[in-house]
Nanobody, 124 residues
Framework: QVQLVESGGGLVQAGGSLRLSCVAS????????MGWFRQAPGKERELVTA????????FYVDSVKGRFTISRDNAKNTVYMQMDSLKAEDTAVYYC?????????????????WGQGTQVTVSS
């Protein structure tokens, strides 16, 4: 069992930056592929970015490429998402998630554990 706790959301002006953090409980953090999802009002939840177990692989949805950066510190059981050049369309609830089982492609498939979500609001 893994518990995930996000932090770092808030209100920011367009063009600004935020850094989200997600701390995981348990001793097997390094065995999980980690992802950040988001869900905006009236829209489906989407995978924004993911990172492999050792940080060697990353995935970004096209809309955030060049603006968001995912990283992880396995010694701290923490995954981060640096969000720069934020846009109004980035406004959403952001969720940290974890999965152990790989898939094809590696970043897709079912994520088993979820955080409670943190609100990011970008004002234009």
């Amino acid at each position: 069992q893994v518990q995930l706790v996000e932090s770092g959301g808030g209100l920011v002006q367009a063009g600004g930056s935020l850094r989200l953090s997600c701390v995981a409980s348990g001793r097997t953090f390094r065995e999980y592929i980690m992802g950040w999802f988001r869900q905006a009002p009236g829209k489906e939840r989407e995978l924004v970015t993911a990172i492999g177990r050792n940080g060697e692989n990353t995935f970004y949805v096209d809309s955030v490429k060049g603006r968001f950066t995912i990283s992880r510190d396995n010694a701290k059981n923490t995954v981060y998402m640096q969000m720069d050049s934020l846009k109004a369309e980035d406004t959403a609830v952001y969720y940290c998630s974890a999965k152990m089982v790989g898939s094809i492609p590696w970043y897709r498939g079912r994520y088993d554990y979820w955080g409670q979500g943190t609100q990011v609001t970008v004002s234009s």
